[in-house]
């Protein structure tokens, strides 16, 4: 590929409060070539999301300060972030906490663990279909 061909790593957000999660999912995905960044809880996932553009957000359900679905609804309706696809992880498992999340407006909600290959071809699949045709 032509160095001018190259498209420009996809920047994505981790926001979980548990390090060890965040620190593998963003270890792998930046391996991944991705670029990453990670918010240990919801405010400064909100405070990240206002002041970065991502092209994606992993997002914990089970949060200090904000809760990922108030996460999710705060990001909803902001201009600059109500098109960012959001995939949700959480222990929470259930289809209760699925419908919550897509009510919220979440695109995708996955139960943890979560092998961090299953993660990368989720967030694969979804910047891939975001890509404009020609690309």
Do not use: W
């Amino acid at each position: 590929m032509v160095e001018s061909e190259q498209r420009p790593a996809a920047h994505i957000l981790i926001v979980d409060d548990y390090a060890d999660s965040r620190e593998m999912y963003a270890e792998m995905l930046s391996f991944a070539g991705y670029l990453v960044v990670t918010a240990k809880d919801g405010e400064e996932a909100l405070e990240r999301a206002e002041k970065e553009h991502f092209d994606l957000i992993v997002l914990d359900l089970a949060l200090p300060k904000v809760d990922g679905i108030t996460v999710i609804r705060s990001l909803r309706s902001r201009p600059a972030t109500k098109e960012v696809p959001i995939i949700t992880l959480s222990a929470s498992v259930g289809e209760n906490a699925h419908q919550a999340v897509r009510a919220a407006g979440g695109d995708l909600s996955l139960d943890k663990p979560c092998l961090p290959d299953d993660l990368e071809a989720k967030i694969r699949s979804f910047l891939q279909r975001r890509r404009p045709a020609g690309e």
